[in-house]
């Protein structure tokens, strides 16, 4: 069988590091590997397989699909990507408003900023995101993200992107431990940031709602707030949903949990979108900025955007979200999932702060001092022996995902119960054995 290791250029790692194994096949929330093994996926992989994997109505919607017609550009129509724009404005209730199809969550991104640029009249207007963010590895999202590994690779000033502190309560943003004290100032600097360039020169502000690989859980006064200074603003709200949408926060999209109250102008998807099994992204536009653009030449999108093939595998996908109640089944999980995390947390000192549980997503952050709050490691650099945690889950046949001094827990909404439990048992084992002084 051959071997990537010496042909193909790997994202996000050290190339002579990479050294992972090959994957052959898949089922629910499992994945096969090419030397036998059967491995637990704990994250979905990239927080994308929501449907976990080989989901068998999907795969045999892009069977069907693919008998009938592979693709055609978007100056064509095609009947699933009608159908897919249609349930989705459905499910967002953004009545009246207009689906844009991508090929993924980044040029999702930088499309909603240029509808929003554009719908305003301010075509060099300020982008408003956050320190912490993740938006993309594009040159333009690596300048609305506030990554500190791309930091280096993009100017966010010459892409008009101005960053605010995010409201990481742990860490004491903003002088306070207080989640809501928090949340409060937090929206309080995204609405000066707006005053001191002036809202006539800002176009919109770009946040993730809850989800999102920094860990970082905004409080729950955080969005409704940003909804209200940003409305009164007259500046647009971009809900960047591609990890939080399609159930992974309890919620078709997380926005939804505050009601019509925090409903944003725009919002972008991907990933869960088609539960990861063909690439697909989207922007959904709200009534009124898609009024707004009715009567302009639109100049941008890419040959594949809306391929029919994954238009189909997204209508499939948001079929079995619904027929197998998995909206709902990501809240109860999650419910569990944070119960037994935060259990952990007073048998392990090494775990600071456990964060999420809105949905089947949590993070794990584990410290040097739970008294001071002091990192195992400088923000990003993961520590030692939690990277010799992942690797012996893995032996154990559980993948983990980790990021920073972060464990970061996103399993498809159909893992098993008794799946779910066991891979909490040994992250506990794990824990003591990896982290004794701590336990």
């Given amino acids: 069988m051959a071997s990537e290791h010496d042909s193909v250029l790997h994202s996000w790692c050290v190339q002579s590091q990479w050294q992972a194994p090959t994957v052959v096949g898949g089922s629910g929330a499992h994945l096969q590997l090419a030397d036998g093994r059967r491995i637990l996926d704990m994250s979905s992989l990239a927080e994308c397989s929501n449907l976990g994997h080989q989901h068998p109505a999907i795969v045999r919607a892009i069977r069907e699909q693919a008998e009938h017609l592979c693709f055609v550009t978007s100056a064509w129509g095609a009947q699933p990507r ?27 991104n930088e499309n909603a900023v240029k509808f929003a640029r554009q719908a305003s009249g301010k075509p060099h207007g300020a982008i408003v995101t956050r320190d912490r963010s993740y938006h993309g590895a594009s040159y333009a999202c690596m300048a609305l993200s506030g990554d500190a590994r791309t930091r280096a690779q993009a100017d966010p000033a010459s892409f008009g992107v101005l960053h605010v502190p995010p409201p990481y309560a742990y860490h004491g943003a903003f002088g306070s431990h207080d989640a809501m ?17 002036g809202a006539d020169k800002v176009a919109a502000v770009m946040m993730e709602p809850n989800a999102g690989t920094n860990g970082i859980v905004a409080p729950d006064n955080y969005w409704p707030g940003l909804r209200e ?20 926060c309890g919620e078709w999209f997380a926005w939804q949990r505050y009601g019509d109250a925090g409903k944003p102008d725009l919002m972008t998807l991907a990933k869960g979108l088609t539960g990861a099994h063909l690439p697909l992204g989207a922007v959904v536009l709200s009534k009124d900025i898609a009024a707004r653009l009715e009567h302009q030449m639109l100049y941008t999108g890419l040959t594949y955007c809306g391929h029919p093939l994954s238009c189909a595998a997204g209508l499939a996908a948001l079929r079995a979200y619904e027929q197998e109640n998995l909206i709902e089944r990501s809240r109860t999980l999650g419910k569990t999932l944070f119960a037994e995390l935060q259990a952990m947390q007073s048998r392990h000192s090494v775990i600071g702060d456990v964060r999420g549980g809105h949905g089947l997503f949590a993070v794990i952050e584990l410290v040097a001092d739970r008294a001071t709050r002091e990192p195992l490691s400088p923000w990003p650099r993961t520590p030692d022996a939690l990277n010799a945690l992942v690797d012996a889950a893995m032996a154990d046949g559980v993948s983990f995902a980790c990021r920073g001094n972060l464990i970061l827990l996103a399993p498809p909404l159909v893992i098993g119960e ?12 794990l824990l003591t054995l990896f982290f004794p002084s701590a336990s």
């Avoid at 004290?181 to 360039?197: N, Q």
């Avoid at 200074?229 to 992974?248: C, K, N, P, Q, Y």
């Avoid at 008794?418 to 084992?429: G, S």
């Fill in 82 to 108: 009608a159908e897919l724009a249609e349930a989705i404005l459905e499910k967002a209730g953004f009545d009246g408003g207009r689906v844009f199809f991508t090929l993924a969550g980044a040029d999702a």
């Fill in 181 to 197: 004290s928090c949340g409060e100032r937090a929206v309080e600097a995204v609405a000066t940031a707006i005053d001191h360039e």
């Fill in 229 to 248: 200074a940003t409305r009164a603003r007259h500046v647009a709200l971009i809900a960047d949903e591609v990890m939080s949408g399609f159930g992974r």
């Fill in 418 to 429: 008794q799946d779910l439990a066991d891979a909490l048992i040994l992250l506990d084992r």
